[in-house]
């Protein structure tokens, strides 16, 4: 089935939630998580089922995103002692201390209107104190993202960042064998809920973008007769061309702003990057070196552009102005260097990197320093950022093939598969919804 958004569907894809409203007062945290440490221990949480419709399942999604991140252990609900918590009355503190729960989170939804309305508590249960409070309301249909939403306030509150819950994934799902695989455009809710294809697989396509409004995606086509670079509108399934090139066309990235797009032309054995004014169209040439330069990725204010070339003899990684000027060499390590990619926060630069007959997703900062090798498999590569810098997606493929989709987290700790069932590659996330 081809992803087709109607009224339903936009309001879940696009975020079309209103703003959640305190209720409470929030106290201080005396309990917090530090996810700088590699040697964290995951905080003990207790997330008893939301009492009226959807709660349980809301529940169970808040409990998943909290777990996948590697910082929070859920607590079994067969511990618990307490049982049909209501919102309005404070929990008994003694039971939860009993099972050690350092952190609790309750809540009850309600369908008011035809509208769902799910409030919830986060609980310091050693300190007895409440330390925070909210309401999310959205059709009954999108309880999924209140579940992230709500995962995010709990994230952002015991942690200090930014969450990264309630966004999507945007990626190619194979299917098939090697010998006959088709590849089509995906996307999916970041754990994997609600995959839908957004091409029918007449075409292979490679290199899925998201822009920086999470409404559109730039990706490459690839036919017999050459390679295209298309801009797909979520809301309105409008796909257009950003025109012909002479030679191949691909790795396609948009600017932060949404503006312009980068990408590699292949002519002659030759790649070199350019870069493309979406508003006029206009396009500039920003490297003309001999060698093979291509997966520009801009910094996350604009001003800088980290790309691969082997233009030194191997693959390597380069930073250059965003016009092109002062390219300088960052990566000097043993190995090849490719797929660079900006993180959002602008602290370190992920790569892919192949030592010998193993690949690894690998950190470094932007001047260079502090490499760090995250994984390693037969095949790792690709890596996307989540919008707050703290977990990285990548593929993952063994040497009997079938490509799947894992994270790991900033430490190296937190290493997983990505709870979608089928074959994907080229993953890239969005930023947070609206």
Do not use: C
């Not at 996350?300 to 092109?324: C, H, K």
């Amino acid at each position: 089935m081809i992803w087709k958004p109607s009224k339903r569907t936009l309001l879940a894809s696009l975020g079309a939630l209103p703003a959640a409203v305190a209720f409470g007062s929030a106290a201080r945290a005396e309990i917090e998580v530090n996810v700088n440490r590699g040697d964290v221990q995951p905080l003990p949480i207790a997330i008893p089922a939301f009492t009226g419709q959807q709660g349980a399942d809301i529940a169970g999604v808040i409990s998943a995103n909290l777990q996948r991140s590697g910082l929070f252990r859920p607590l079994d609900p067969a511990s618990f002692l307490e049982h049909d918590l209501n919102i309005a009355v404070q929990p008994a503190f003694a039971s939860w201390k009993q099972i050690n729960a350092q952190a609790l989170v309750n809540g009850q939804s309600s369908v008011v209107g035809g509208q769902l309305q799910v409030g919830f508590r986060l609980w310091d249960v050693f300190a007895e104190q409440q330390l925070l409070g909210q309401q999310f309301t959205a059709s009954p249909e999108n309880w999924r993202r209140i579940a992230h939403k709500i995962s995010d306030a709990v994230y952002e509150r015991l942690t200090g960042e930014k969450g990264y819950f309630d966004t999507r994934v945007v990626f190619v799902a194979e299917s098939g064998g090697r010998g006959g695989k088709t590849k089509r455009l995906a996307i999916m809710d970041q754990d994997g809920a609600n995959p839908s294809y957004l091409t029918d697989g007449t075409t292979t396509v490679m290199t899925p973008r998201f822009s920086s409004n999470s409404q559109e995606i730039t990706y490459m086509t690839l036919r017999p007769e050459g390679s295209s670079v298309y801009l797909l509108n979520l809301e309105t399934t409008r796909r257009e061309s950003l025109g012909d090139f002479q030679g191949e066309v691909f790795a396609p990235r948009f600017s932060p702003d949404g503006a312009k797009v980068a990408f590699s032309v292949a002519r002659g054995g030759n790649s070199d990057i350019f870069v493309m004014d979406l508003r006029n169209r206009q396009t500039a040439r920003l490297t003309s070196d001999p060698a093979i330069d291509t997966s520009p990725s801009f910094s996350p204010d604009g001003a800088q552009i980290v790309f691969n070339s082997d233009r030194s003899g191997t693959p390597e990684l380069y930073i250059m102005a965003a016009d092109g000027t002062n390219p300088h060499r960052i990566s000097f390590g043993q190995g090849k260097y490719t797929t660079p990619v900006w993180s959002p926060t602008g602290e370190f630069i992920a790569f892919t990197k192949q030592t010998g007959s193993e690949f690894h997703i690998g950190v470094m900062k932007p001047d260079g320093t502090d490499e760090r090798l995250l994984t390693s498999s037969y095949l790792d590569e690709g890596p996307t950022w989540a919008p707050n810098g703290r977990v990285i997606m990548f593929t993952r493929e063994g040497a009997a093939g079938g490509a799947k989709l894992w994270t790991v987290d900033v430490t190296g700790r937190v290493l997983q598969p990505v709870p979608y069932p089928g074959a994907g590659s080229d993953p890239a996330w969005s930023p947070l919804l609206n």
